[in-house]
């Protein structure tokens, strides 16, 4: 476990640095926990470096949970942000990111369409057609500046392979 509370801000990079190199998720709890408040912004870059370079699709739920928590509000964009990024997958949570689009201030709905622009895995009929009708019902609900992204998710999830 990486102590992220260390006042030897050179050794807490240092030991961030290997743990991206071994690739391991376990520390993402902690790492997580401290980006809610960083102390340090060096810190708080490497953490974020870690973060976008994680490969290991068991990444997906805790990531999944945080975006959902109230716990990581203050950070909920970047991680949003790392969903698109990342060459995980996703599309078992496109409801999700259909409701971000829907109910989250601009930025978070942005990112949560960025999402479900850049999701390249097939997505079931049923799942198509829950969130296609999702939009459609909130679209005469939201604001002019959130109508355009609603219409353009509805017809990427249309056109999705299935």
């Known amino acids: 476990m ?7 801000n050179k050794l ?7 743990l991206r ?6 520390d993402l709890p ?10 340090n912004i060096e810190i708080e870059k490497a953490l974020y470096a ?4 994680i490969k290991d699709p068991k990444a997906v739920e805790p990531i999944i949970a945080a975006i959902q928590s109230p716990k990581y509000q203050a950070i909920q964009k970047k991680l949003i942000e790392f969903c698109w990024q990342s060459s995980l997958k996703f599309a ?8 971000l689009l ?12 960025t999402v479900i622009e850049n999701m390249e895995e ?23 500046d959130r109508k355009g992204l609603l219409h353009e998710a509805f017809h990427l999830i249309e056109q999705a392979e299935e």
């Open 102 to 113: 829907i109910k989250g201030n601009f930025e978070i709905a942005f990112e949560a369409f």
């Open 21 to 26: 190199a071994k690739g391991s998720i376990n």
């Open 122 to 144: 097939s997505l079931d009929s049923q799942t198509k057609e829950t969130e296609m009708k999702k939009l459609k019902n909130a679209i005469s609900t939201v604001s002019e």
């Open 30 to 39: 902690a790492i997580l926990d401290y980006l809610v408040s960083p102390a």
């Open 12 to 18: 807490v990079i240092e030991n961030i640095e290997k």
């Open 50 to 53: 870690f973060i976008f370079d």
């Open 92 to 99: 078992n949570h496109l409801g999700l990111f259909v409701d």
């Open 2 to 8: 990486i102590d992220l509370n260390s006042t030897d």
